[in-house]
């Protein structure tokens, strides 16, 4: 009874917080494994949009110091705003298409204010439905969420292996024998470390094979200084930069789909995290990080930025170091903040190579994928037809992955939803998991659709909780990454 007692006083590990110098450097991993992730989307729809090189960096600039804003909310949170889990927001891939479009449509004068004034928005509609999206909860169990986590694993590699070959594939050193080398350097640096070390130092592995990668690649050559050199000491994101924000109709319906893939991607994400940390995602956790996502969003623009979503690289860190505090994420983002502010502490972040980071980035994702594939153990995947659910839905969300054009002859508006595997794969396996364990045929098998039904959303013993984190402990499989 004691000890019953003294466990359940325990703060659970989300909210513990560590002493200053591990929250730090474990904060900073965090940073180091989404950086590009932050900055690519500004690289890639600032020349869109006609700017220089100077005006390309102040974006950057802004999205770092946007997406530390959004962790910060996500993380610690408000009234009835934030996941409160160690989840990291930035700057969604998923508008860069659309937004990227804009540009091209509006002109080099236009493009930015009217990208801002639909992402505006965009926010403010997601931030009002996000109460009534979070209630999809209901239709994620282990078959789905398994699925949609193995999805976004799988989804991220491609991503690590491009960082591997060098990020540009019109650069003459594209999958050159140095590149592929290094990453291979770093990958194996960050399992020897992963595997030698104990305690705090095995946690930041990750970054402990960054700079070591990094260290190595400077007399190799492959480490650019350019950046370091040329950036200023401050640099405030000036609020509407820009311009002041402009509405376009075609274009905020545009942001509104992505707006919508966004809060997809985010609900299986906070699944996904939840069941990793030990603290399962219920329907109020979901609505608070939706709402968080969405208000994060709708506050972007005021500092040049874009629409936010949750990071899933960050999941696969958590997951491989078991460093479940909210609070160290919370540290991640204070740190984006300044680096968003501070031009010449970014650049130094900048230096690590792509192709050291593709090596720990495939580690990270891989840890996405695996953690995704215990969520399975726990789905019943022998009753009824969840071996076909899954078989489906990860046939369909690796289309994008394995044929990048396979959808182009259809209209573009869809692009923003197929040209994402998680979503397209986690649209059919919640399709598929209503129609066959809970819509299915009642014949002589229909009571073996009924168990699998119950068994995927969690034990027999709380039946009446339909959310999948709620349930048998569910996840202890998946939550074993946490331990």
């Known amino acids: 009874m004691t000890g019953q007692k003294s466990e359940g006083d325990r703060k659970h590990p989300v909210d513990e917080t560590l002493p200053p110098l591990k929250m730090f450097t474990s904060g900073l991993q965090h940073v180091a494994a989404m950086y590009a992730g932050v900055v690519a989307p500004p690289m890639i729809v600032g020349p869109a949009c006609g700017l220089n090189a100077t005006e390309t960096a102040f974006l950057m600039g802004a ?74 909860v209901r239709f994620f ?23 591997s070959q060098g990020g540009n594939d019109r650069a003459p050193d594209y999958g050159s024998l140095t590149n592929i080398g290094m990453a291979a350097l770093t990958f194996l640096i960050v399992l020897v470390l992963r595997r030698v070390l104990r305690g705090f130092l095995q946690q930041i592995a990750i970054l402990l094979g960054l700079i070591a990668g990094t260290l190595i690649a400077i007399p190799v050559g492959i480490t650019n200084f350019s950046a370091l050199s040329e950036a200023s000491l401050v640099g405030f994101p000036t609020p509407f930069h820009f311009g002041a924000p402009q509405f376009d109709i075609a274009a905020i ?25 030990g603290r399962p995602a219920d329907e109020r956790t979901i609505e608070g990080g939706l709402r968080a996502d969405t208000l994060g969003t709708a506050l972007s623009p005021l500092f040049n930025g874009f629409a936010n979503s949750a990071f899933a690289q960050n999941i696969g860190l958590v997951a491989m170091t078991k460093v479940r505090s909210r609070f160290v994420v ?31 980035g495939i580690v990270l994702f891989g840890s996405v994928a695996a953690s995704g594939i215990q969520t399975l153990a726990s789905a019943a995947m022998e009753k009824g037809d969840n071996a076909l ?46 129609a066959f364990n809970h819509f299915g045929r009642k014949t002589a098998d229909g009571d073996a659709a009924d168990d699998t039904a119950a068994d995927a959303h969690g034990a027999p013993e709380s039946p009446p909780q ?10 202890a499989p998946a939550a074993a990454p946490a331990h």
């Not at 282990?142 to 491609?158: D, F, M, N, Q």
């Not at 690796?398 to 939803?417: E, G, Q, S, T």
């Open 253 to 277: 319906v545009s942001m509104c789909i992505v707006m919508l893939v966004c809060m997809t991607e985010s609900t299986a994400d906070m699944l996904a995290l939840g069941r990793i940390v």
């Open 466 to 475: 339909p959310a999948p984190g709620t349930t048998d402990e569910a996840g």
């Open 63 to 136: 999205s770092l110091f946007t997406a530390g804003i959004a962790t910060l909310l996500q993380t610690l949170g408000f009234w009835k705003v934030g996941a409160k889990l160690p989840f990291v927001n930035g700057v969604s891939f998923a508008g860069v298409t659309p937004m990227v479009a804009i540009g091209k449509a509006q002109g080099p004068g236009n493009a930015l204010p009217v990208i801002f004034g639909a992402v505006i928005v965009a926010g403010v509609l997601g931030f009002l439905v996000a109460p009534y999206f979070s209630k999809l």
């Open 389 to 434: 659910i899954v078989a489906a839905a990860v046939g369909i969300g690796l289309i994008p992955i394995a044929a990048p054009d396979f959808y182009h002859h259809l209209p573009k508006d869809l692009l923003v939803v197929l040209d994402s595997g998680i979503s397209t794969g986690c649209l059919v396996a919640i399709v598929l998991n209503l």
């Open 141 to 163: 169990p282990p078959v789905v969420t398994g699925t949609v986590i193995t999805l976004i694993g799988v989804s991220l590699l491609p991503v690590a292996f491009n960082w």
């Open 330 to 360: 919370a540290t991640g983002g204070l740190i984006l903040i300044v680096l968003g502010l501070c031009p010449v502490a970014a650049s130094v972040i900048s230096l690590v190579p792509l192709p050291v980071l593709g090596g720990a």
